[in-house]
């Protein structure tokens, strides 16, 4: 194509318009889409930015220079309002018309909200851009206050840990059982658990809510769990789980169902529509060839990379022209307290775990198997278990169970 468009400057949109320069695209790039101040990095804004250990400066996915320096045309503060597949090109709010001859599609997530009375108050928030995390941040610099979190996923108790350390009361309130239930083995989970619960945050499970309360003035003051139960409360971070926009797409009548579907080399149902990063459900060797969605930087980034070899028709040197399927290993973080998590792989089909290290000084892994096969390492400060997990997964090496379970046994020493 001469011409590129793509829709949301975010992590994978951005990574894509790089992608493009760095293997030598000629045609016209174009990147809409944007928070202001422009595009950045959302893993600080759950952890370091909220704490003030990031400081703004470090936000941004790249400096402002860079899209200039790189020919990329950045329409920030812009959006996609419709697609015309026909005639290929795309409306913006502004009433702009772009001609594509591939188009993007980037257009992330969105937070879900609380379907119960009081979502709206005021010091009731999600978080997903940095103009949320700067709100937040805003509201807890100051004496402590009664913070409740909702949702024990990775952002929720990333905020928990962040206002914990900031000297905040906190209380997390999760609907199953068990926190990151979709997301870990449940040993790994509980010992997340017992860090936040043994640095005073209380973490109740089982627990729905049923309305959120305020005062006169619309500020929320108390939460109300089904049961009865009231927690007073200054502030309210919903961390619930996040929904793929599809609207463009679905309009577009491009196939759809939770993420925009794609093939192996990221492309919709229309071949001159890709769709990269969280809003992209894609068929995963690692899943078992099964259409899956992943919400990480590292799938923004590396689909990004796979649909910018795809545009530059770069072959993947088997001889039928067609560049390289979307293989690469997942991988994912979260920082909370002093406790690195690292995962590599996708380990929630899980039949069979094993712990090395050791989980009371949080340093320790979980090999995770099926049927007797290596699908994913969760580690907590182990970081060469996780860089050699990902080699290891990347090029299908065995590892047994019995292996692992030697009494001694040690990656990096398989590594060698
Ligand atoms: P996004 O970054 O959401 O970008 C999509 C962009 O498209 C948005 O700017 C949106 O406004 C724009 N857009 C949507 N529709 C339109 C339209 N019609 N026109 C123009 N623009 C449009 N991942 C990790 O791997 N590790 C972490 O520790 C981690 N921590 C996180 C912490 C937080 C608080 C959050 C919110 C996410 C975190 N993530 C983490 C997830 C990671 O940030 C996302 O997976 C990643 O940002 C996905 O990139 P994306 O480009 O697909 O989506």
């Not at 920082?335 to 690292?342: D, G, K, T, V």
């Amino acid at each position: 194509p001469h011409a590129v468009v793509i829709v949301g400057a975010g992590q994978a949109g951005v990574e894509t318009a790089a992608a493009l320069r760095a293997r030598g695209f000629q045609g016209r790039v174009t990147l809409i889409g944007g928070e202001p101040p422009g595009p950045c990095h959302r893993p600080p804004l759950s952890k370091g930015y909220l704490t003030g250990d990031v400081p703004a400066a470090d936000i941004a996915l790249r400096p402002a220079e860079f899209f200039a320096a790189q020919d990329i045309d950045l329409l920030a503060g812009d959006r996609v309002v419709s697609i015309d597949r026909e005639r290929h090109t795309v409306t913006l709010d502004s009433g702009l018309r772009v001609p594509y001859g591939a188009l993007v599609l980037a257009t992330g997530c969105r937070p879900r909200t609380l379907p119960v009375p009081g979502a709206s108050l005021d010091g009731v928030s999600t978080l997903r851009g940095l103009a949320d995390a700067e709100d937040l941040r805003r509201r807890l610099d100051g004496p402590p206050r009664r913070l409740v979190v909702v949702g024990a996923g990775f952002i929720g108790l990333e905020v928990a840990a962040s206002a914990r350390g900031l000297g905040h009361e906190v209380t997390v309130v999760e609907a199953q059982a068990r926190a990151l239930a979709r997301a870990l083995t449940p040993g790994m989970a509980d010992r997340l658990v017992s860090e936040h619960r043994a640095r005073g945050v209380r973490v109740l499970l089982n627990q729905e809510i049923a309305a959120l309360h305020g005062d006169d003035e619309d500020r929320v003051h108390s939460v109300e769990l089904n049961g009865g139960r009231r927690i007073d409360a200054d502030l309210v971070v919903v961390g619930v789980g996040v929904l793929p926009d599809t609207a463009l797409a679905t309009a577009a009548e491009l196939l759809v169902g939770d993420g925009v579907v794609v093939d192996e080399r990221l492309r919709t149902s229309d071949p001159d529509v890709y769709a990269v990063g969280d809003c992209a459900r894609f068929p995963s060797p690692h899943a078992g060839g099964r259409h899956i969605r992943l919400e990480s930087v590292q799938n923004a980034t590396d689909q990004a990379k796979c649909v910018a070899a795809a545009l530059c028709g770069d072959g993947d040197g088997d001889g039928d022209g067609e560049s390289a399927p979307y293989t690469a290993v997942p991988w994912f973080w979260s920082e909370q307290y002093a406790l690195r998590l690292q995962i590599a792989g996708l380990t929630a089909d899980h039949d069979e775990t094993v712990t090395v290290g050791d989980r009371d000084s949080g340093r320790f892994s979980v090999f995770c198997f099926r049927e007797g096969r290596l699908i994913g390492v969760e580690s907590v400060n182990r970081p060469a278990d996780h860089g050699i997990a990902r080699r290891l997964l990347a090029t299908g090496t065995d590892l047994s169970p019995d292996t692992v379970r030697q009494p001694g046994f040690d990656l990096k020493n398989l590594a060698r």
